[in-house]
């Protein structure tokens, strides 16, 4: 069963306008989460992050945000950019114990920035 | 070299080969992992390494093995695998404890079993 889920496998946004990519998780516990960046060919690159105990991390065009009820989070990139165009990943992390910072991953999300 | 690298970035073998992807990470962490990314699946956590200590396995099958001599070098040993093996391994490491929990991940290996 995944405990991570990223329910839009693509996504089209016009350069200059805004993208959102939304994640959905399972397991209460969770309470670190994290969007990475993925072009072909390369490995996925960390983006942004946001603890539990916030409802929004920012980072230039970047910002996340996190809904614990709902138990749902979003990256939003503002303006959208032709670069931005990858896949995205959401992950998950906490509620194993130990201290290994294990990382469940959803499906990812093929965005595509038309110019 | 900054990051993490992985050697080979591609590799071809039959079933009856043995093989060897290395890693290396340049970033002083302290944990290390490899993950499998097939086609259409999430990627999946096959070990975790922590000060050189392997402290998970995820059920990976015997074929493959692997090996973290010191705290920046992880290799994963490739013996009898079977085509469904064929998919991007990837490396990533971490620095456990200081509440941040990124994981930092290389190009990956594209595997092709034959």
């Known amino acids: 069963d995944q405990q991570v889920k990223q329910n839009s496998p693509s996504l089209s946004v016009q350069e200059g306008r805004i993208s959102i990519l939304n994640c959905d998780y399972t397991?209460?516990?969770?309470?670190?989460f994290l969007w990475y960046k993925k072009y072909p060919a390369e490995g996925p690159t960390f983006l942004i992050s946001?603890?539990?105990?916030?409802d929004k991390n920012e980072d230039g065009r970047f910002t996340v945000f996190l809904n614990k009820s709902a138990k749902h989070l979003s990256l939003h990139i503002v303006p959208s950019q032709p670069g931005d165009s990858a896949v995205y990943f959401c992950?998950?992390?906490?509620?194993?114990?130990?201290?290994?910072?294990?990382?469940?991953f959803g499906t990812g999300t093929l965005l595509a920035v038309q110019p | 070299e900054t990051g993490v690298t992985q050697t080979p970035r591609h590799l071809v073998m039959g079933m009856t080969n043995k093989k060897s992807l290395k890693c290396e990470q340049h970033?002083?962490?302290?944990?290390m992992y490899w993950y499998k990314q097939s086609a259409k699946k999430p990627l999946e956590l096959m070990f975790v390494?922590?000060?050189?200590?392997?402290?998970e396995n995820n059920s990976v099958p015997s074929r493959f093995s692997p090996e973290c001599p010191n705290s920046s070098h992880l290799f994963l040993h490739l013996h009898t695998l079977q085509p469904e093996d064929s998919a991007l391994y990837l490396c990533?490491?971490?620095?456990?404890?200081?509440?941040?929990?990124?994981?930092?991940f290389g190009p990956g290996t594209r595997l092709t079993v034959l």
């Open positions: 990533a490491s971490s620095q456990l404890a200081g509440g941040r929990r990124e994981q930092f």
């Open positions: 397991n209460s516990m969770f309470d670190y």
């Open positions: 946001i603890s539990s105990i916030k």
């Open positions: 992950a998950a992390s906490g509620g194993y114990g130990g201290a290994t910072n294990k990382l469940i």
């Open positions: 970033l002083g962490h302290n944990a």
């Open positions: 390494y922590s000060l050189e200590e392997r402290v």
